[in-house]
């Protein structure tokens, strides 16, 4: 009977050596330990033992049964750890390995024309001021010179936002998506020391039938300068070097009589069209950016209206300044000779990587 026991564990030990998943380990285990085992089978012919061989030989078994099952439970910890270091092996990042530089993307035409037109005004001493996106009526209409029921407002189709929220605030307190970026103009002649000398760049929401030049949503850049003794001609003398700077030296600029509430006088300013370079035709057909007129209308501009700088606490006796507003979407079509706007918010891979 004891050799019967010494062969078990010689064989158990032989077995084991050669297991290496835990699947093997646990049929191993069932073959000397299980109820229909190995070391079972041979203490049922404990029974015909006498009593002293019955007691020596029940030890031992006992003590082969907790060597096997410690053995096996050393075993299940080496298998385990064996699984850990390999898929640490095959996972490990290596920080010194150059990661591959094809397809790493690229600026959007609309940030990169973003950052040249800021680059342009920063070189001539602008300063880039941000603003909320979702504005106060009063900031983004009553300050600016259009009063609550004043017919300007039906230029700005306005997003307003829901009800629920809006309806217990006042009138100058209804919140908005800002129409412009003309609120940062109000928001930081408010909050700053003179003179003041910025411009906005931003996101803002119009309430309108999408087509080649307008899109419900889009990029303006707002630009304000107030001091003592700021002219008209400054006005046109910054506009014009920035859009020659932006889009060429032989680029022209025009300004046409205009009205709006928050500058008085006030001009459109117009590029000569980059598509068609001025004429009005493209491969024999009118140029769909500029609608056949050689001219793309990118600026809205003017002195800032005495009755805005009064609203700010500012003295329009002593000090005067200029505005104006431009769409840095219609400016990246200009740029990139994109015949329309709205194309820049299609997610068109193959015309974002062009640029
Ligand atoms: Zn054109």
Request: hydrophobic fraction near 35%.
């Amino acid at each position: 009977m004891e050799d019967k026991l010494k062969q078990l564990e010689q064989d158990f030990q032989a077995a084991l050596k050669g297991i290496n998943t835990p699947e093997a380990l646990k049929e191993l285990e069932n073959e000397y330990l299980g109820k229909k085992g190995k070391l079972k089978a041979i203490l049922w012919g404990i029974k015909d033992l006498s009593i002293e061989e019955k007691k020596t030989i029940g030890v031992a078994a006992n003590e082969l049964r907790d060597s096997f099952t410690s053995a096996l439970a050393g075993a299940e910890a080496d298998i385990e750890s064996a699984y850990y270091k390999e898929i640490e092996a095959g996972q490990a990042i290596d920080v010194t390995i150059g990661y591959p530089s094809k397809n790493r993307g690229h600026k959007h035409p609309l940030s990169h024309t973003t950052e040249l037109l800021e680059d342009i005004f920063i070189s001539l001493g602008f300063k880039v001021e941000d603003g909320p996106q979702i504005e106060d009526e009063e900031h983004n209409f009553d300050k600016l010179n259009i009063p609550h029921n004043h017919p300007a407002r039906d230029v700005w189709d306005t997003f307003w936002i829901s009800d629920d929220i809006n309806k217990d605030k006042s009138i100058g307190e209804r919140l908005l998506l800002r129409t412009h970026t003309s609120p940062v103009q109000i928001r930081t002649m408010m909050s700053q020391e003179l003179p003041i000398k910025i411009i906005v760049p931003g996101r803002v929401y119009r309430y309108e039938q999408e087509d080649a030049r307008h899109t419900c949503n889009f990029y303006q850049l707002e630009g304000l300068v107030v001091g003592e003794g700021v002219t008209f001609g400054d006005l046109k003398w910054t506009l014009d070097t920035v859009m020659k700077d932006l889009l060429g030296e032989k680029t022209e600029v025009r300004f046409r009589p205009s009205i709006f509430p928050f500058t008085e006088p006030s001009a459109e300013v117009d590029v000569s069209c980059q598509i068609c370079s001025g004429s009005g035709e493209k491969n024999k057909k009118r140029c769909s950016m500029c609608s056949g007129t050689g001219w793309v209308e990118l600026l809205g501009s003017g002195m800032v209206h005495p009755k805005v700088l009064e609203y700010c606490g500012i003295d329009s006796t002593k000090y005067s300044g200029f505005a104006f507003g431009m769409g840095i979407d219609r400016i990246a079509a200009q740029r990139f000779g994109v015949s329309s706007s709205r194309m820049f918010y299609q997610n068109k891979l193959k015309l974002n990587e062009q640029f």
